[in-house]
């Protein structure tokens, strides 16, 4: 059985197995949760990122002229690296869906949550921090991003056991709070 908590804080500073990255799509850093993780992380995890994002296909954003322009991680799917100077031993990156842009299906968001128990589990995780994946930047309104973020977790076959999310402020905490009643 996995037990979930819920911490007001800093992510990147969990001492569990895995931290999970909201990571963009490119899976070299960016601002938010992406961006304070390689930061504390340090340079292996984006040395570790580059050699990821040279291995995966070209993404299907393509130019007025049809040519793929980038390759990248899509939406929902999840990868791992060290964890660098993090007290962690892996991040697990996952690119959350952008709420305007994804016509807010929830599958995608779902998908981010349980993509990431799975690659917890290849790699023997039995404790992992997410973050509210989507909520900041990528625009996902709160409460149903914690509901979708719950329920996803509570219906994963998961060896992982204690899944434990990690809230910037108090509105993010007390809408986890909320789901798990």
Same mark, same amino acid.
């Given at each position: 059985m %996995?037990?979930?908590?819920?911490?007001q804080g800093d992510l990147t500073r969990q001492h569990v197995d895995a931290i999970v990255n909201a990571a963009n799509s490119s899976l070299?850093? &960016?601002g938010g949760v992406d961006g304070a993780i390689h930061r504390r992380g340090g340079p292996a995890i984006l040395e570790e990122c580059r050699g990821l994002r040279a291995s995966l296909?070209? #993404? =299907?954003?393509? #130019? *007025? @002229?049809g040519t793929p322009v980038g390759k990248g991680l899509p939406t929902g799917q999840a990868v791992a690296t060290t964890a660098g100077d993090l007290d962690a031993h892996w991040v697990i990156h996952t690119v959350g869906p952008v709420y =305007? #842009?994804?016509?807010s299906d929830p599958s995608l968001l779902? *998908?981010?949550?349980?993509? *990431?128990?799975?690659v917890a589990?290849?790699? @023997?995780?039995?404790?992992?921090?997410?973050?509210?994946? #989507? %909520? &900041?930047?990528y625009g996902w309104p709160l409460e149903d991003a914690a509901r979708i973020a719950v329920d996803a977790v509570r219906g994963a076959d998961t060896a992982v056991e204690e899944v434990r999310f990690?809230?910037?402020d108090a509105p993010a905490y007390e809408a986890f709070a909320a789901q798990l009643g």
């Open positions: %996995t037990t979930l908590t819920l911490v070299l850093g &960016g296909p070209h #993404s =299907r954003l393509r #130019s *007025s @002229g =305007r #842009s994804s016509g779902t *998908s981010c949550y349980r993509e *990431s128990l799975r589990d290849q790699l @023997g995780a039995r404790t992992i921090a997410f973050p509210a994946i #989507s %909520t &900041g930047a990690v809230l910037f």
